[in-house]
């Protein structure tokens, strides 16, 4: 059964820093796209950054140079690191993998408050 666990949220000052961390099944992870995606309340899930299998990255242009996504493939992990959070990241952040053969997984999701 695929797995993605997702952890590191919590509450923040505008300002500081969070790392989230998705433990990703060894089945699919080297093989997948793997993905941050965010959902404010009254929102939309938005996608704020992903990484290839080959490392390459693409991020939403409201966290570009303040977050950074890296996958680590010897322990199936993929983290996001968030430097200079600001009030409107506030959000549950999901953790997202999209196989070779065209399935998507999802994480449970965990929460991130920044406050002002």
């Known amino acids: 059964q695929v797995q993605l666990v997702e952890s590191g949220g919590g509450l923040v000052q505008a300002g500081g820093s969070l790392r989230l961390s998705c433990a990703v099944s060894r089945t699919i992870f080297s093989s997948s796209t793997l993905g941050w995606y965010r959902q404010a309340p009254g929102k939309q899930r938005e996608s704020v950054a992903v990484i290839t299998s080959a490392g390459s990255t693409n991020y939403a242009n409201s966290v570009k140079g303040r977050f950074t996504i890296s996958r680590d493939n010897a322990k199936n992990i993929v983290h996001l690191q968030m430097n200079n959070l600001k009030p409107e990241d506030t959000a549950v952040y999901y953790c997202?993998?999209?196989?070779?053969?065209?399935?998507?997984?999802w994480g449970q999701g965990t929460q991130v408050t920044v406050s002002s």
């Open positions: 997202n993998a999209f196989t070779t053969r065209w399935q998507e997984y």
